[in-house]
Structures are given as structure tokens and as C-alpha cells.
């Protein structure tokens, strides 16, 4: 079993920058992949970006070159830089942990998740 817990989340303005961090604990022994999704009200949950346990990220269009994602596997944990928020960026986001090495851009690829964080960005 693996606990994933979020932080970072918060209320900032159109351009503004926040992080996101992704602490794992619990049975991390293996080579795994993680990713961050996010949910808006009334939409479903989308992929935003995926790390695999060697470094290589994937990201959604709508964020690339404005958000990058990291991983310490030292300390179990990913960081989500988002840079150049717009309020398009406002949803819950999730972290996610893969039971393999190998980024999924749908949910149903990922066995554990974190509670959620909220992000709101205003215009």
C-alpha cells in the first residue's frame, strides 16, 4: 500500500506561480511512475503530467512550457512547478502513484491516490 499526500495548493492571481509537492510512503520500493491530474467542477479528471522513476516527464499541452515536473526518489516525493497560472488552471489536483514504470495519461493506469489540493487562480 501506498499513502500519497499533497501539499502546496492555494489561491493566486492570473500569472502567479505556485508548487506543488507529492510526499509517498508506505511500499516504495519499486521503480514506479507518478503523475499529477486535475479536476474542475462539473469536468472529468485529466491528466495533466506524468514522471517516470528515471526522470523522463510527459505533460498535457494546455501546460506545457508553463509547469514542470520533478522527482526526488530519495525523499518520495514530486514536485509540480506551475509557472504562468491562468484561471483555466483552477480545478483540485491530484496525485497519483503507479504500480509500474510507465506514464498512463488516464486515470485507470494509476492505483494510489492522494486526498486532492486545491488550486484557484484568479483573473
Known amino acids: 500500500q501506498v499513502h500519497l499526500a499533497e501539499s502546496g495548493g492555494g489561491m493566486v492571481q492570473a500569472g502567479g506561480s505556485l508548487r506543488l509537492s507529492c510526499a509517498a510512503s508506505?511500499?516504495?520500493?519499486?521503480?514506479?511512475?507518478m503523475a499529477w491530474f486535475r479536476q474542475a467542477t462539473e469536468k472529468e479528471r485529466e491528466f495533466v503530467a506524468g514522471?517516470?522513476?528515471?526522470?523522463?516527464?510527459s505533460y498535457a499541452d494546455s501546460v506545457k512550457g508553463r509547469f514542470t515536473f520533478s522527482r526526488d526518489n530519495a525523499k518520495n516525493t514530486n514536485y509540480l512547478q506551475m509557472n504562468s497560472l491562468n484561471p483555466e488552471d483552477t480545478a483540485i489536483y491530484y496525485c497519483?502513484?503507479?504500480?509500474?514504470?510507465?506514464?498512463?495519461?488516464?486515470?485507470?493506469?494509476?492505483?494510489?491516490w492522494g486526498q486532492g489540493t486545491q488550486v484557484t487562480v484568479s483573473s
Open positions: 497519483a502513484a503507479s504500480s509500474l514504470n510507465w506514464v498512463q495519461q488516464t486515470p485507470r493506469g494509476y492505483k494510489y
Open positions: 514522471i517516470k522513476y528515471n526522470g523522463d516527464t
Open positions: 508506505g511500499r516504495t520500493s519499486s521503480p514506479y511512475a
